[in-house]
Structures are given as C-alpha cells and as structure tokens.
C-alpha cells in the first residue's frame, strides 16, 4: 500500500523528531521529482542518517542507502545553499494541519523548511522574513500564493479536534448528509483511518447514515475521541508494525481496534519505520507516443461525428414529420391562421388574442414574442406540439418545414464523409502506430558509471573508496583532485607505477576510518598494477600522509607530470602480486572489481585469483568474460597490463 500522512500521524512524527533538533545539516538530494534526502549528522549517536521526504505522501528518519543523481538539481542546489551546515533549532506542526516546519539556525539568520502533505504537496524554503525562496512546485489558489519572493501564507485553518467542544461536534454531526465515518473523516477532520478507528472504539457501525444516529451515539462517539486524543495529549505512543500474512501493511503509533485479522509487532519509533514505505513508488504514466495521441484525437472526434450525424438523423425525420402533420391537419391550421390575421387587423386584440388561446388546438398565442405553438394530431389520434408562424400561410408553414429537411440532410451528407474521413485517418494511423511498435528496439538499461570508474578502483574490505591513475594524466589529477586531508597515498617502491589515494569514506560519503589492512590491500593494489606484474612475484610499496606529497621540486630539480616527491617517512609493504577478478553489486548496479583478494573476497562469492604468468591479458579476458557473462572490454579494462595466470577459481564454470 502507499502511505499518505494525517494530521495525527504528523503529530507524533513532529513529537518523535524533537530528538533531531540540534543536529546539524550535511548534504541534501533530490533523488527523484518528488523525493528529497535530507543528510543530517546526529549529535548524540555520531552517526549520519537522513530525513527521507516523499512529497505529498509521507517523511520518515532513515540510514538507508540511496542512488543519488551525479548532478544536484536547481532546488537542491538552492537548499544546499542556504540549508548546509545549519543547524535544526525547532520543528513544528502548523496548527494540526499537514504541515511540518523545520527551523534551521544560521549565522545570518533563521530558515524555514515547510513540508505541505496535502492536496500535490510541496517542499518551500523561506528566508528569516517569511518570504519563500523556491517551492519545489508553484502553486497560485484563492486565497494565497505559492511562488518565490512572496510571503509564505498558510492554508485556511482547519477545525481542530483537540479544542472542539461537545455542542460543535454534535452540530457538525447533525449537518451532515452522509454515512458517520465519511462525517466524521471531513466534517470533523479526523481523515479516513482515525475517523473508522473511532467508531470501532464507540461501537458504532461506520456506514450508518446520519439521520439514523441519535443524541446517545452522537455522546458515545465524542467520549470515545476525546479518550482517543488523551493518548496524543499525553504522548502514550507505543508505534507498531502492522502485519498480515507476515507482510507489513502498515505502521500505527499504537494499536488501532479497527484493525481485524492482523497481529501487531512492537517497533521503536514511528517515523524510522515508515521507512519501509520508501521501497513503494507511485505508479508512473506510460508515455504516449505522438501517434498514439493523434488517435485518441481522432477517436474522440469520432464519437462527437457520430453524436452529430445521430443527431442530424433526428432533426430531419422530425422536419419531415412537421410538414406531413401540417399537411394533415391543413384546414384546422388555415382556419386558426385565418383569424390571427383578421385579429391583427385590429386596434384592440387583448379579448380576441384571449379567445384564440382557448381554442383546443392552439397551445399557447402571443403576437408579442411572434409565437403559435399548435396541437396537431397524427393518423392515431396523438397530440404533437407544432410551431408554426403566423404570418405565413399553411402551405409556407408546411414547405419550410421540409426545406429545413433538405438542409439538414446536406449536412448529414457532409458529416457523414467527414466520419469516413476520420475512419480513414485512424486506420492510417493505427497502421503507423503497428509500424512504430515493431520497429522499437529494447534499449538496455543505461549503466550508472560512478566517479572513481575513471581510475583504476577498488573497494577495500573495510568498505574504503582506493582509486589511483591509469596514465600520466589521471596520475595528476586523482591526487590533485581527490587527495584530501584525512586521506592516505600510496605507491610502489618502483619506476611505472599508479599514484594510490586512499579516501577516508565510503560509496556514501560515510566516513570510514584507514585501517591498517585497508593500508595493506592499497600497497598491494599499487603493487600490482606497476611494471613489476611483469617482473616479480613481489615487490615493495608503501604509504605516506596527503601533506607528504608534493609537485614542489628542489631548486635545479624538475618533476615530470604524473609524477610526485613524497617527503618524509615513508611506511613500507612487502606485497605479494596477487589480485582477484569479481562481480560485485553497487546501488544495484553490476561491476567487475579488480582488487586485493580479501577485499573481493568481502563483496562477491564468484571471483578468479590472478598471479604474473604467461597467458596473454586478452585470453585471459575472454575467458573471465564468458564466465562473468559479461562484455569482454569490461574486463579487460579491470586486468593489470601484461601475462596472468588463474590460480583459483571461485562460483565460476571456465571451461
């Protein structure tokens, strides 16, 4: 089920987030259209976690990993700006309406962050003076505006449950038209879930309708919401999962009566467990093509031809009818037109145009609007209201009646090759729309290719980012670049070797702390991949701190591009040139990751353990490409240059 927020749910999310003020703002995602990461740093676990917001719907508190885009969109780009690095002073609900507001304190002032979960919702950020600076979507209503440089207005206020009184909530009850819990859900503004939770605890039968429902039960339901609110005024929360079959369905900030044939399973907090609603996206519409939507066009204009040629039918077989009904009651008509035109002679008319009307077969006389309607009979005796003009003869009458007719089917014939014309052109179209499908190619699913697979890379045991260069140009500018303050760099003891960054954090961003074998797996990875793979079984490498390397030559001294002076200590490794070959899986994306053996060891169970040896790279290449199912480049471009042998193989058929 998708999960949607009411005012009480945003109540005790509002209670629970108290323990985030303080916290500081890190980084901010917008991971899709309408979904927004908020990384926050928690003060008092040490730990990063995130505020998860999916506009409209619902906001929970969340560690769980998600695919951000490379590039920050405008309004992330905008939060980041006036949000990062502030801190959460206060977070509020706006008078039990579904609205949160985040407070972020910075040294110019005090941000507002405004979360709307009703009608579309929306996500607007508002300077220290209530102006708002960008919504995520501009809306324009009635009553208030919301688009950048405006003052941010709140909606009209809503009745409030908590302050309503037995006299109110019973005229509310008695005004209403409809079944008790829809009376209950609006009129009261309790939504759908609590409205249907109050009536199981009162006992009431929620579809009874409300002129059914007596003074008694009116008392039950009020005594029951007011016990029901005492929970909220409190804050007696004790959140739980709901399940069925085993399946959650649902997370309540405790249990609910209305709930049958499930059980409960106690969680701690409310909002970490609406989590497991990130995992339910909104159903996307399937995008039509532009012949797609040129036939539901022209199907539509279909319709409204044949409405109209239908129409047309009974235009003319009604004219038709006129003049034959005319023509039937010809003397009858003549007499009646006869003394209208003797009594328009007349200076007085008033008592003569009086007899007229009282004459059976005229239905309603008045020169003054120019109208005679006439009470015809047909071959059964059947009365049929005809109007005629009186200034016109029966024959005149009778004629244009079938001229009229006559028109009419001209533009039946038009309409009707019109519709033909139509039926031509959806057939055209249809034909086309056939040609178009056939010849939709499936496009594989577009590889996200992350940053450091520029570099060589690997990902240590640990869970270490290690990238180093492939060339002389990316030896320059993975230091230059990427080298930072709690990094480590790392080389080989020998001419023709990669520069090795160490990166003190994760593929999160998470700060993962170097440890002594993520040291060693960096040394055996620079190893590896220098021109001793082609020479040795082994070699030395070591590591050193970011301060340590310098493009500064001494005076008279010249350092190449690609190449570094390193100062000062230097902590030596003896590797063993071995590296294993593995299909790993990163934001659930396949990648081959070549490595040190314990670090691919720690992500995949399906790898090749490579030493130095005489098979050519590209053999070598082909055969792990067969195995691993995959693209035979891809491998290549992970394989230290020059010979190999396997030595062990692991999951893999390399036959």
Known sequence: MQRKLSSFDIYVIVSELQNVIGNSIDKIYQITRNELLIRIRNIQTKQKEAIYIRNGEFLCITKKDFQTPEKPSIFAMTLRKYLSNGRISEISQHEFDRIIKINISKKDGNYTLIIEFFSDGNIILVNPEGKIILPLIKQRWAHRSIRGKEKYEPPPAQINPFEIKKEIFSKLIKESDSDIVRTLAVNINLSGPIAEEICARADVDKTIKIQNIDEKTITKLYDN???????FNKNIFSPVLVKKNSKIINVLPFQFKSYTDVSFERTDCFTRSLEIFTEIKKEEKKKESKTSKFIGKLNRQLLQQKDAIEELTKKI???KFEGNLIYLNYKDCEQVLNEIKNILELKEKTEEIKKI?????????????NLLILNL???????????????KSVSDNAEKAYNDSKKLRNKLIGAEKSLKKTLEQIKQFKEKEQKEKEQIVLKPKKEKHFWFERFRWFISSDGNIIVGGKDIKTNELVVKKYLKENDRYAHADIQGAPSIIIKGNGLNDEKIEISEKT????????????KAWKQFAEAQAYWVLPEQVSKTPQSGEFVPKGAFIIRGKRNYYNCKLELAIGKIIIDDENKIMCGPVGAVKSLSDKYVIIQPGDIKKINIAHKLAKAFDEPVDKIDRVIPPGGATIVESVGLDLR
Do not use: G, W, Y
């Open 225 to 231: 919401l007011i016990s029901f609110l005492e929970i």
């Open 317 to 319: 077989e009604i004219k």
């Open 357 to 369: 009307n009282e004459k059976e077969i005229v239905k309603k006389f008045d020169p003054t609007k």
């Open 377 to 391: 009979k047909d071959t059964n005796d059947k009365n049929f209201e005809i109007n005629l003009n009186f200034r």
């Open 519 to 530: 040291m060693n797996e960096a040394c055996i990875f620079a190893a590896s991949f220098s």
